[in-house]
């Protein structure tokens, strides 16, 4: 009977463990996408940054010029 409830006991941990690791494995595959679309966002808004920066730039030399 102690042979088959450690059986038994040792059968429900390694359930358990295996059940505990696929929704951290998910959970991680979740955490990087997450951060995959947010690095996406933070290069287009960098990009749109540069396109401004650029048009600002223009604009100066622009106004620069009428100074003179």
């Known amino acids: 009977m102690k ?7 040792s059968a429900g941990l390694l359930a ?4 505990g690791e696929k929704p951290a494995a998910e959970a991680n595959n979740a955490a990087a996408v997450e951060n995959v679309v947010d690095n996406a966002a ?3 808004e960098n990009a749109a940054n540069v ?7 223009v604009e100066n030399a622009a106004n620069a010029t009428n100074a003179q």
């Not at 042979?3 to 006991?9: G, L, S, T």
């Not at 396109?51 to 730039?57: C, L, Q, S």
Request: glycine fraction near 0%; include cysteine.
């Open 3 to 9: 042979k088959i409830a450690v059986v038994f006991a």
């Open 16 to 19: 358990l463990a295996a059940c």
């Open 42 to 44: 933070n290069a287009v």
């Open 51 to 57: 396109v401004e920066n650029a048009a600002n730039v």
